[in-house]
C-alpha cells in the first residue's frame, strides 16, 4: 500500500514545481471526476495529488480583447453562469455543460475534460471548432497550442513531464459569429459519446465566411476536419454544401467497434451531427 | 368496484418504511457492522472457460493482515439433486460451483478464491498474490452457438433431458421440454394465413441498485448468524445449511431492507464464503460486491432464442399456434425455459399449440429470476407476431386480441384450466382509455402488446402480537420489496376493525418466526397476506373468548365488530362492547396474552394480465427511440394499496423499455463482459421516460378474501413488444431482435430504405 500525499498550491509555480519533482507519480486534480473516479476503480494510484482549485488564474475567467480565457480549473456550473461567454460562445458553453449531470456540473472543468484526453470527451470538439489556444506552463516556461494539437492518443496528451494546463484561450468573435455543439448518446442523459460534433461560423449576407468543425469519438483523438468547414465557406449553408461537409466529416472518421458503437454507426452519425448543428450554429448566427 | 366496502383496503396510507427510507435511517446489507470484522474478498476468473489446474495461496496467507482464505476445497461436495429456489430450480451440485468454481471456471467474473483480511486494501493486495494456474478453454457465449454439435462443452455429465433416445454424448442442450393441445398440423390446416417468424432477445440485468451485501459472525459453538440483502432469509438460510452441512436451527438470517431485487436476490453468492471464512477466523466477516462484480458474477435473466408461427383465419381467429424457444441458462442449467414456454400462449384461446423450449449452457454468469421469469422473451416472439398478424388481416390490434382472449374456462396448453381472470377486461380498459382514445400526435406511432404471469402462493407464517395498549404488531418474514408491510398492515387492521396506525408490521429473521417461503412470484401480499389474514382471525376468536369470559357466556355469543366485541343478539345480554385496547388492557385476568398466528400453503394465486400501450418516435437518422407516452393496464385482483401497486406496474414498464431499446452484455472476442457498469450497461435515466399512466383493472381473485392477486411481474412482460410494434408502424421495418438500440436500429431502417423506396 502507497500513501497518499495531497498538495494545494495557491500559486501555479509551485502547482508546476510538485508535479515536477514528483518523479512522474504526481497529478493534478480539476474537480477530480475522472480522477477519482479512476483512483477508486484502481486504474490509478498516484503518489501526490496536487489540488489547483486554490490557484486564482486557474479558477477565474477573464476577458482579453473579446476573447475570453477560461481557467482550466473552473467548474462547468461556473462556466454556464458567466454573464457574457455563453452569450459569445453558446457552443463551447453547451458542450461543457452536457458534461455529466448537475452534480458534476459543480465539480467538472474543462481543463480535466481535455486533460483526461478521452477521444469522447464533449468539450474538446467544440473548443476545436471554436479555434481554442490551450495555454500549458512548465518547468520551461510557459507555451501555447490550439486545442487540436493538445491529444497524442486515448488517455495521451502532448504536455512534457511537470506541464500543467492553465487555461484555454477563446478568440474574440467576429459579427454574424456562433458555434453549437451536438453528441449522440444512446439515453439522454448520464452516457458517453458515441460521437460529438462542434460547429462554429460565421455568416455575413446569408453566405458563410468561416466554419471550422471538430468531431470527437470517431478517432483515436478529436479531430479537426478542415475539408468540413471548407465545405461550407462560401456558401449559403445549403443541403449540397451540408451534404459535402457531412461526407467530409464521414470521410475523417476512423473509429473503432466497441461497446459504445460500431464503425458503421460513428462513420454515418458524424455526418448526422454535423448538417443538424451546423444548422444550429447558422441560425444561431442570424440571432 | 364492487359490492366489498372496505375501511383501509384501497386507501392509499403512508409505509410504515417511508420514514426510515427518506431519512436514510433505514439499514441495507452494507450497514451491518461489528466489533472485530474482517473485510472478504473474492478473487473472480479472467477466462470465460478456464480449467483450473491449481490454486496456490501460499503467498497471499503469509501476507501480514490476512487471516483466512477459501477456495472450493473448503466447500462440501453436493449431490446433484434439484431444489427450488424461488421461481427457479436450482441444482446443489452446481450451485456449490456457482459459489465457487471447483474443476473448471466457467465465466468471466466466477468466483475461485476469498479472501478475509483486517483491512479492504490488504484484501484486494491478497487477491493479487493467489496464482491461479489455469488451462483456458475455447468458449460459447451466444444460445444458438453453444446448441451446435461442434460448440465448446461446459459439463462432460450433461446429457440432453427429454430426447429419446437417452443421447450417449456430452452436451449444452441441459433439456428439452415440450408442451402440446390439439393437433397443431392439424391446426395449421385450416388457417388462411401463416405467420412465421425467429426472433431474439439479449440477456439482461435485473440492476438493483444495491449490490450484494453481508455480513457473517460464525460463534465457538456453531452458531451462525447472518445478516444479508436477501428476497428471502428462509432460502439464505437453506441454501447456507445445505452448503455448509449445518442444521437450520443454528442459522439465524436476519434480512435488511432491499435495494431492489426483481429476482435477482432469491440465490446466494457471498453469504456461504462469508460463513465459511468467519468459521476460519472465529471472526465476523462482511463482504459487499462491488458494482462490476454484481454485473460479472450474479444472475442475469437469461437471452433467447424464439421461433414463433401463427395460424389464423382470415377474419382472425388464430387457429394454430407453434413456437420453439432456446433459453441461456447461463454456466450451469435451469434457464426459465420451462415458465417461459407455458407463458407464451397463455393469452390466448387456441385449439392447436405446440410449444417447444431447450435449456442451454454457455460461458455466462448462471442466470436468476428477474421478474416473470422467462415470460418477456417469449412474449417478445409471440405479442410481436400477433401484431403482423393483426398488420396482414388489416384488424385492430386491440380487437385481434379480444377476439382470442383466453377468459374462464379456458384450457391452458400447459395444463390448468382459467378461474376467473380478467384479460379480456383489461383489453376492454386499454380500449376505453384516454391514451388509446387519443389521436397520435405528428410523427408519432403507438404499438400495445399483452403479457401474461402465473403468480404462486406457497409457504407462509405469521403472527400478530397484541400489545397492552391495544396496538399490534404483524410478523412475517418476507423482505418487503414493494411495500408489502403496508398492504399486511392494511389486511388486518381491516380483520381486526382497528387503525392502520395501529397495526405495526415487521420482517422477522428466520428464529424469530415460522418459515416464509422467499419473496418472489409476486406471492407475498396473497399468500403471506392469507397468513397475516389468518393470524388477525386467531386473535379475534382469541378476543371473543375473552370477552365471553369476561360477560359469562359462550365465545359464539360474541361477535366482532368495527374493533369491538359485541353480543351476538339482545339474548346475550345489555353488555357494553368491549374495545380491542380495552380487552388487551384486562388481558393478563382473563387469560394472558394475545396472540394469533398463522401458517399455510397458500394456493388458487390468480393468474395476471397486462395490456400496455406506447407511444413513440423514431429518429430517422440515429435510430433512436423517444417515448411520449406509456399507459400499462394490468388485472390486479383487488389493489389493496393502490400507490404500491402503481408502482410495480411504473416499475416493471420502465424495466421494460430499457430491455427494448439499450440494454444488452457485450462481452469481447475472449468472453470478457465489457460493460460490468451502469454507464455502459444502459438502463433508461428518468429523462428517457414519460410518466408511466397505469389502469388497475380490478377482477377479483376467487381465492383470496379480499380478491388479492400478485401483481409485479406482469408488467415487464408486454413491453418489448409493445414498443417493438409501434416501432414496426413508426418506420415500416419490424425489429426481430432486441435491443432496438441506436445502431441497430439505425442499421435496420438504412438496409430497408431502397427495398421501401422500391416498393
Ligand atoms: C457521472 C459522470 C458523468 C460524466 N459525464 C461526462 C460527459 O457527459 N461528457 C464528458 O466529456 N465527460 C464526462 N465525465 C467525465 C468528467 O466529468 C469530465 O471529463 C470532466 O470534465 C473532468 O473534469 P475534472 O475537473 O473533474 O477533471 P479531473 O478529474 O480533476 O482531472 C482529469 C484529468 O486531467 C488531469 N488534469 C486536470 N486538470 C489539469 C490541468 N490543469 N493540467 C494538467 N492536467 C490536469 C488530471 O490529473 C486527471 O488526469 C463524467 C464523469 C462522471 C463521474
Known amino acids: 500500500m502507497q500513501d497518499i500525499q495531497y498538495a494545494a498550491p495557491k500559486t501555479i509555480d509551485e502547482a508546476v514545481a510538485l508535479v515536477a519533482g514528483a518523479n512522474g507519480s504526481g497529478r493534478i486534480l480539476a474537480g477530480g471526476t475522472d480522477l477519482l473516479v479512476q483512483m477508486r476503480s484502481g486504474m490509478l494510484s498516484p503518489g501526490l495529488i496536487v489540488d489547483v482549485k486554490k490557484i486564482g488564474e486557474l479558477t477565474r475567467i477573464s476577458e482579453e480583447g473579446g476573447g475570453f480565457v477560461i481557467g482550466a480549473a473552473v467548474s462547468g456550473a461556473q462556466i454556464g453562469e458567466h454573464a457574457r461567454l455563453p452569450k459569445a460562445w453558446p457552443g463551447v458553453v453547451e458542450a461543457i455543460n452536457l458534461i455529466g449531470s448537475k452534480q458534476i456540473q459543480g465539480r467538472a472543468s474543462a481543463g480535466g475534460n481535455l486533460c483526461n484526453a478521452s477521444p469522447a470527451a464533449d468539450s474538446v470538439p467544440a473548443l476545436i471548432a471554436a479555434g481554442a489556444i490551450v495555454v500549458v506552463q512548465g518547468p520551461k516556461g510557459r507555451r501555447e497550442m490550439p486545442v487540436e494539437k493538445f491529444h497524442a492518443g486515448p488517455g495521451r496528451s502532448n504536455l512534457t513531464p511537470g506541464e500543467i494546463v492553465v487555461g484555454l484561450k477563446l478568440p474574440p468573435r467576429a459579427a454574424g459569429s456562433a458555434d453549437a455543439y451536438l453528441r449522440l448518446i444512446p439515453r439522454t442523459e448520464m452516457d458517453i459519446a458515441v460521437v460529438g460534433c462542434g460547429v462554429s461560423l460565421t455568416l455575413q449576407n446569408g453566405k458563410c465566411t468561416a466554419a471550422r468543425v471538430g468531431l470527437g469519438a470517431v478517432a483515436p483523438t478529436p479531430l479537426l476536419v478542415e475539408e468540413a468547414g471548407k465545405a461550407l465557406v462560401g456558401t449559403t449553408l445549403d443541403e449540397a454544401a451540408l451534404g459535402k461537409a457531412a461526407a467530409a466529416c464521414r470521410a475523417a472518421c476512423k473509429p473503432i467497434d466497441d461497446k459504445r458503437g460500431t464503425i458503421a454507426y460513428r462513420t454515418k452519425i458524424a455526418g448526422v451531427l454535423l448538417q443538424r448543428a451546423a444548422k444550429i450554429a447558422a441560425d444561431r448566427a442570424k440571432g | ?759
Open chain 2, 1 to 759: 368496484m364492487g359490492e366489498h366496502r372496505y375501511k383501509w383496503i384501497g386507501t392509499r396510507p403512508n409505509r410504515p418504511d417511508g420514514a426510515d427510507k427518506v431519512t436514510g435511517r433505514a439499514r441495507f446489507g452494507a450497514d451491518f457492522n461489528m466489533p472485530g470484522q474482517l473485510v472478504g474478498k473474492v478473487l473472480r476468473s479472467p477466462h470465460a472457460h478456464a480449467i483450473i489446474k491449481s490454486i496456490d495461496v501460499s503467498k497471499a496467507a503469509a501476507l501480514p493482515g490476512v487471516k483466512a482464505i477459501v477456495t472450493s476445497k473448503d466447500f462440501p461436495e453436493q449431490p446433484n439433486q434439484i431444489v427450488s429456489a424461488g421461481e427457479m430450480l436450482v441444482n446443489l451440485r452446481d450451485i456449490t460451483r456457482n459459489v465457487m468454481a471447483r474443476e473448471k471456471a466457467l465465466y468471466d467474473g466466477h468466483a475461485v478464491a476469498a479472501v478475509a483480511a483486517t483491512t479492504e486494501a490488504i484484501a484486494k493486495e491478497a487477491l493479487g498474490l493467489i496464482k491461479v494456474d489455469y488451462q483456458v478453454l475455447p468458449h460459447v457465449i451466444d444460445v444458438e452457438a453453444a446448441m451446435k454439435d461442434d460448440a465448446p462443452i461446459l459439463h462432460d455429465h450433461i446429457r440432453t433431458e427429454g430426447v429419446e433416445p437417452k443421447p450417449t454424448k456430452p452436451s449444452n442442450i441441459a433439456k428439452r421440454i415440450a408442451f402440446a393441445k390439439g393437433d397443431i398440423e392439424a391446426g395449421f390446416k385450416k388457417a388462411e394465413l401463416v405467420v412465421e417468424r425467429t426472433f431474439h432477445t439479449a440477456p439482461v440485468h435485473q440492476g438493483y441498485i444495491e449490490p450484494h451485501a453481508v455480513l457473517a459472525s460464525a460463534a465457538e459453538d456453531g452458531q451462525v448468524q447472518v445478516w444479508c440483502t436477501t428476497q428471502g432469509q428462509f432460502t439464505v438460510r437453506g441454501f447456507c445449511s445445505r452448503l455448509l452441512n449445518l442444521e437450520t436451527s443454528h442459522i439465524r438470517v436476519t434480512p435488511s431492507e432491499i435495494g431492489g431485487g426483481f429476482g435477482g436476490k432469491t440465490v446466494v453468492y457471498l453469504e456461504p464464503v462469508a460463513i465459511r471464512l468467519s468459521q476460519k477466523t472465529g471472526k465476523p466477516v462482511k463482504m459487499v460486491m462491488s458494482r462490476e462484480e454484481v454485473f460479472r458474477a450474479s444472475g442475469p435473466t437469461s437471452g433467447g432464442m424464439v421461433k414463433v408461427r401463427l395460424g389464423a383465419t382470415r377474419d382472425g381467429r388464430l387457429v394454430a399456434a407453434d413456437c420453439t424457444a432456446a433459453l441461456q441458462a447461463g454456466a450451469f442449467p435451469g434457464s426459465p425455459v420451462g415458465q417461459g414456454c407455458m407463458c407464451s400462449f397463455a393469452c390466448y384461446d387456441v385449439d392447436h399449440i405446440r410449444v417447444i423450449g431447450y435449456d442451454v449452457v454457455s460461458n455466462r454468469p448462471k442466470v436468476a429470476a428477474y421478474r416473470a421469469p422467462g415470460a418477456p422473451i417469449l412474449a417478445w416472439g409471440v405479442e410481436s407476431a400477433m401484431d403482423i398478424l393483426a398488420q396482414e388481416l388489416g384488424i385492430d390490434p386491440i380487437d385481434l386480441r379480444l377476439k382470442n382472449a383466453a377468459k374462464k374456462g379456458t384450457k391452458t396448453h400447459y395444463g390448468p384450466t382459467f378461474n376467473t381472470i380478467g384479460f379480456e377486461e383489461c383489453l376492454q380498459a386499454a380500449k376505453n382509455s384516454d391514451h388509446w382514445k387519443s389521436p397520435l400526435k405528428p410523427g408519432f406511432a403507438r404499438g400495445i402488446a399483452a403479457g401474461f404471469w402465473f403468480n404462486i402462493g406457497g409457504d407462509s407464517s405469521a403472527a400478530a402480537h397484541v400489545g397492552e395498549d391495544g396496538t399490534v404488531t404483524i410478523i412475517s418474514g418476507n423482505p418487503d420489496i414493494g411495500g408489502s408491510r403496508a398492504s399486511l398492515a392494511m389486511m388486518a387492521a381491516e380483520e381486526l376493525g382497528i387503525d392502520y396506525t395501529k397495526v405495526r408490521p415487521i420482517v422477522a429473521d428466520t428464529s424469530s418466526i415460522g418459515f416464509n417461503f422467499l419473496t418472489g412470484g409476486s406471492r407475498v401480499t396473497f399468500a403471506t397476506g392469507l397468513a397475516v389474514v389468518e393470524a388477525a382471525r386467531d386473535v379475534v376468536r382469541e378476543l371473543k373468548k375473552r370477552a365471553a369470559k369476561i360477560w359469562e357466556v359462550e365465545p359464539d355469543a360474541v361477535v366482532w365488530e368495527n374493533g369491538e366485541a359485541k353480543p351476538a343478539s339482545t339474548n346475550v345480554g345489555q353488555q357494553e362492547p368491549l374495545s380491542l385496547a380495552k380487552l388487551a388492557a384486562m388481558a393478563g385476568k382473563t387469560g394472558g396474552p394475545i396472540n394469533g398466528h398463522g401458517q399455510l400453503n397458500a394456493q388458487g394465486a390468480g393468474p395476471g394480465f397486462g395490456v400496455h400501450i406506447v407511444d413513440l418516435k423514431v429518429d430517422r437518422d440515429t435510430g433512436i427511440v423517444v417515448v411520449d407516452r406509456f399507459t400499462a393496464v394490468q388485472d390486479v385482483g383487488t389493489a389493496v394499496h393502490p400507490s404500491y401497486v402503481e408502482g410495480q406496474l411504473q416499475g416493471g414498464a420502465v424495466q421494460g423499455i430499457g430491455w427494448a431499446v439499450n440494454e444488452e452484455y457485450i462481452y469481447s472476442a475472449k468472453g470478457k463482459l465489457e460493460n460490468p457498469g451502469f454507464l455502459d450497461y444502459r438502463m433508461p435515466v428518468a429523462s428517457d421516460l414519460p410518466r408511466i399512466e397505469t389502469i388497475l383493472v380490478e377482477v377479483a381473485n376467487p381465492m383470496h378474501p379480499y380478491g388479492v392477486r400478485g401483481v409485479g411481474e406482469v408488467p415487464i412482460v408486454p413491453p418489448m413488444a409493445a414498443i417493438g410494434n409501434a416501432v414496426a408502424r413508426a418506420t415500416g421495418v419490424r425489429m426481430l431482435d432486441l435491443p432496438m438500440s441506436p445502431p441497430r436500429l439505425s442499421a435496420a431502417m438504412d438496409a430497408a430504405r431502397p427495398k421501401m423506396a422500391a416498393e
